[in-house]
């Protein structure tokens, strides 16, 4: 008998957590309450990145972010044709999905076709966010990274501003609720909205506390962008790894405070970001961090922990593609001229 109420406790508590995942939001201009926390996917291999998606959604994540340029999208789409539905584990108008437009696909004919390639593969009728995934354009096409012989890209020079006109018309005919930039730079971002008739209500970039972005955000949020960080906890597993960068996880303060609230070093930098109402999609394929990545709702940092956390700014850019040129390993498009890391923010 006396087992009952305890797993009744665990029980509760665990919707309790699904509760209290689902009303941690941030509401854009549009009205969309956007979920705090959500499962980026960059880099989740295909093989994974269904079960990773189905495992989120199954402990009470309500928001995915997708791309076409990660190839996966087919997948996910399998795992939301499994999981999205009356009487499956989540209704589809309570999940916020995400995905991107590539680079290739910047040609103002090209954006809706692109579009629907992406919903076609995600088993989706509409998009919550869409976003243009860099300002800069590559030649147009089906490869994802044309390049020349020497092993440049291929860039193509479309105006991303009339890339934004044909993303405009996504939202009238209702194929996407709102759409958004990703890795644009404050100036650039002032350029869209000289010409936007549709806002746009989300910016996405690299963002943690070794490049904290503070400038950037402030400019966003005067401006009614909510800003989403890619890379939250230093994307300790990418490619075009440099042997003396600094280790955020290994952060000594960030070490301390974790020992402090008893969570992982990876829970206080996803609480610091929330708390200043910055949506975080930390990316895994591992069951317990795709689980503990959502529970950063049950205790809060004090006003002093928070600006400690933001002072550790070191303006550190783990994510520059790079490529290798005559032997030198050099940023992949830093030479097109609408690259957006040649400002200072």
């Known amino acids: 008998m006396r087992e009952e109420p305890r797993l009744k406790s665990?029980?509760?508590?665990?919707?309790?957590?699904?509760?209290?995942?689902?009303?941690?939001?941030?509401?854009?201009?549009?009205?969309?309450?956007?979920?705090?926390?959500?499962?980026?996917?960059?880099?989740?291999?295909?093989?994974?990145?269904?079960?990773?998606?189905?495992?989120?959604?199954?402990?009470?994540?309500?928001?995915?972010?997708?791309?076409?340029?990660?190839?996966?999208?087919?997948?996910?789409?399998?795992?939301?044709?499994?999981?999205?539905?009356?009487?499956?584990?989540?209704?589809?108008?309570?999940?916020?999905?995400?995905?991107?437009?590539?680079?290739?696909?910047?040609?103002?004919?090209?954006?809706?076709?692109?579009?629907?390639k992406t919903l076609e593969d995600l088993k989706l009728n509409y998009l919550d966010l869409y976003l243009m995934h860099w300002p800069h354009a590559f030649e147009r096409g089906d490869n994802l990274f044309p390049k020349n012989p020497d092993n440049t890209m291929r860039y193509d020079y479309t105006d991303y501003k009339d890339t934004w006109k044909a993303m405009e018309k996504l939202v009238v005919k209702g194929l996407v609720k709102a759409i958004g930039l990703s890795n644009f730079n404050s100036r650039q971002i002032d350029d869209i909205l000289s010409v936007a008739t549709v806002k746009p209500a989300v910016l996405q970039v690299e963002c943690h506390p070794y490049l904290a972005q503070n400038e950037l955000i402030a400019h966003c949020q005067k401006r009614g962008l909510v800003v989403t960080a890619y890379s939250p906890l230093g994307s300790p597993d990418r490619m075009w790894k440099h042997p003396d960068e600094p280790?955020?996880?290994?952060?000594?303060?960030?070490?301390?405070?974790?020992?402090?609230?008893?969570?992982?070093?990876?829970?206080?930098?996803?609480?610091?970001?929330?708390?200043?109402?910055?949506?975080?999609?930390?990316?895994?394929?591992?069951?317990?961090?795709?689980?503990?990545?959502?529970?950063?709702?049950?205790?809060?940092?004090?006003?002093?922990?928070?600006s400690h956390i933001g002072s550790l700014n070191k303006n550190w850019r783990y994510i520059v593609p790079m490529i290798t040129v005559d032997g030198k390993l050099v940023a992949r498009d830093a030479g097109h001229p609408h690259y957006p890391f040649n400002d200072p923010y």
């Not at 499956?88 to 437009?101: A, N, Q």
């Not at 020992?259 to 999609?281: C, D, F, G, M, N």
């Open 10 to 116: 665990s029980f509760s508590s665990l919707s309790r957590a699904k509760m209290s995942a689902a009303c941690d939001f941030v509401a854009l201009h549009t009205g969309q309450k956007m979920p705090l926390i959500g499962l980026g996917t960059w880099k989740s291999e295909r093989g994974q990145v269904k079960e990773a998606v189905k495992y989120a959604l199954s402990v009470g994540y309500h928001h995915i972010d997708c791309a076409a340029a990660y190839s996966n999208e087919t997948e996910i789409g399998e795992a939301f044709q499994e999981c999205l539905g009356p009487n499956k584990v989540i209704k589809r108008e309570d999940l916020f999905v995400t995905s991107k437009l590539w680079n290739t696909k910047h040609h103002p004919e090209d954006v809706e076709p692109a579009l629907r």
């Open 247 to 306: 280790v955020l996880l290994e952060e000594p303060g960030i070490k301390k405070l974790a020992e402090k609230y008893s969570k992982s070093p990876a829970q206080i930098i996803l609480r610091w970001q929330v708390q200043r109402k910055v949506v975080a999609i930390p990316k895994s394929v591992t069951p317990a961090r795709i689980q503990q990545n959502l529970q950063v709702f049950d205790f809060s940092l004090t006003e002093e922990e928070m």
